[in-house]
């Protein structure tokens, strides 16, 4: 048995679990919140049992330094030197990975050097890897990245229709996210159909606050919803996702927001929260204000599913065809009403609801009937697994 941590740096967060590996066993979970506010949070779930301590925690280093300390005391480990590795999401590996890495110093340059292309995540996963490397000196640290599984899309899909100058000097192209999720969900996908994952077709439809799909053909993705960055696509909790791009112009001479002010209006105050007059960003909110009457949680909602089926009939399209369409996170794993709304466009692929099973929530299920063509599932995902699974790999 080994002792593996799987950990997600955000910049003013950390999430981690704790396996014994290869059994794939939960030892501990937590969260730090507010990292460097007043009154944060730490949180740690050991057996069933959760402790919350509310303190200030100045910076990432401190809150590190707070759960292996926590460790120690809730007797998960006995010293330090039981853990082995550790696996590190870092979000934007651009085209330098296509898999996971072990940390090295090149890794840590490479990655560096992306910090252009995601501004706001890559130094926070650089600042946790840097806390727990210094914690954890003799245990080994890999990274995990979210665009990692993306780079198997092909020029036609990853080139905007820009001047080629800006591919060629900055790199500007799609890149794609939740990597990590798409490749567990559709490799658990084909385990469950008892199909040979690099003979199938499938469409995962990641929806949580963050939303991408990802046409999976033969193991390998071949296209996603997000693009440079997490804003392309779908239309999100408080993302736009795609809109005319001439849009931001003519906003921008109505409202005078320079460049930061829209790019905060996008990602922000859009998506579902903007589309439903600032009711909510969460499904759970839009569901009940829906069944009151509310008009405009109506239409976002209506907008967020439209947007999802007409992506899984583009994917259809792109693969020639689909065998498994899969859903997962917050939304997908939860929502049958989204669920059922979606399918509701996908009758001409053949595919027929399982009302019962769609009922549901949160567990791994078939929602298609039997004699549907394409098989519809939903799959919990789990990128703490996934991070943890490629890291006992690599070490
Ligand atoms: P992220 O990891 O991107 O922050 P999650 O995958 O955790 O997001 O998804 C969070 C979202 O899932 C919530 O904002 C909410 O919209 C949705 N959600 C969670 N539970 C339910 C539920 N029971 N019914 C409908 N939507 C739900």
Redesign the pocket.
């Known amino acids: 048995m080994s002792i593996v941590m799987s950990v997600n740096a955000g910049s003013s967060s950390l999430k981690f679990q704790v396996f014994s590996m290869p059994e794939e066993k939960v030892l501990a979970k937590g969260l730090v919140e507010r990292i460097g506010l007043p009154d944060s949070i730490f949180s740690i779930t050991v057996d069933g049992k959760k402790t919350e301590t509310v303190c200030d925690i100045p910076d990432h280093k401190v809150a590190v330094d707070m759960l292996i300390k926590a460790l120690i005391d809730k007797g998960v480990v006995k010293n330090l030197d039981e853990i082995e590795a550790v696996g590190h999401r870092m979000v934007h590996g651009g085209e330098y990975y296509s898999d996971s890495v072990k940390a090295s110093p090149e890794a840590e340059a490479n990655f560096e050097k992306c910090i252009p292309l995601a501004p706001l995540h890559n130094p926070a996963g650089l600042v946790g890897y840097r806390s727990f490397r210094e914690a954890l000196p003799r245990a080994s640290h890999t990274f995990v990245f979210d665009t990692a599984f993306h780079q198997t899309m092909p020029e036609k899909a990853y080139m905007y229709g820009l001047p080629y100058e800006y591919y060629d000097k900055y790199k500007v192209r799609r890149y794609g996210f939740h990597g990590t999720s798409h490749s567990f969900v559709s490799k658990r996908a084909a385990e469950l159909a008892g199909k040979p994952y690099d003979q199938v077709k499938t469409i995962v439809c990641h929806l ?3 939303a991408s799909i990802c046409a999976v053909e033969n193991g390998r993705s071949v296209d996603t919803s997000m693009g440079l960055t997490p804003l392309e696509g779908l239309v999100m ?1 408080t993302r736009s996702g795609d809109i005319d791009p001439a849009i931001l112009e003519f906003v921008s001479k109505k409202e005078g927001l320079d460049i930061a002010g829209l790019m905060n209006m996008l990602n922000k105050k859009s998506g579902v929260f903007g589309l439903s007059n600032n009711l909510s ?4 909110d839009l ?1 009940e204000g829906m069944d009151s009457g509310n008009n405009e949680a109506k239409t976002a909602f209506e907008v967020f599913c439209y947007r999802v089926a007409k992506y899984v009939g583009s994917y259809a399209a792109a693969m020639n065809g689909v065998d498994m369409i899969a859903f997962t ?3 997908g794993e ?2 049958g009403t989204v669920r059922a709304y979606v399918m509701k466009y996908l009758g001409y692929l053949g595919i027929t609801l399982d009302e019962e099973a769609n009922k549901k ?1 949160g567990e791994e299920i078939a929602i298609s009937t039997a004699d549907s063509k394409v098989k519809v599932m939903v799959i919990p995902t789990n990128e703490e697994l996934a991070i943890a699974r490629e890291t006992v790999a690599l070490v």
């Open positions: 949580g606050n963050g909790g960003s969460d499904f759970r569901e996170a917050g939304i939860n929502s929530r």
